[in-house]
């Protein structure tokens, strides 16, 4: 499956982004969804993850509350809503695909088979 990911951007403190998603090649309805990011000199690190069926999710401690993740299998996409953003929210963010059970969610990289380009996201104070 090919990902291509959208909807970054320079926002200030306390601000909004919407990230989306879109995926093509194979079924996506068949792959959970994820969302990491990387911030300048840090690893990469799990932000939100959707289980194939929608109905199970998953966050990182550091957005649990402010950012939602939401698919929409008829469209082919994933999207990570943002509020309330912070400067240590700023990373590059990338959209991520793995297989798994219906409701399976998983935050494990290494778990993830396909992945899509980043896209920047800077939160200024």
């Known amino acids: 499956v090919q990902l291509q990911a959208s909807g970054g951007g320079s926002v200030q403190a306390g601000g909004s982004l919407r990230l989306s998603c879109a995926a093509s090649?194979?079924?996506?309805?068949?792959?959970?969804m994820g969302w990491f990011r990387q911030a300048p000199g840090k690893d990469r690190e799990f932000v939100a993850a959707i289980s194939r069926s929608g109905l199970m999710t998953y966050y990182a401690d550091s957005v649990k509350g402010r950012f939602t993740i939401s698919r929409d299998n008829a469209k082919n996409t994933a999207d990570l809503q943002m509020n309330s953003l912070k400067p240590e929210d700023t990373a590059v963010y990338y959209c991520a695909a793995y297989l798994g059970g219906t409701n399976y969610v998983s935050k494990a990289q290494n778990e993830y088979d396909y992945w899509g380009q980043g896209t920047l996201v800077t939160v200024s104070s």
């Open positions: 090649g194979r079924t996506f309805s068949g792959y959970g």
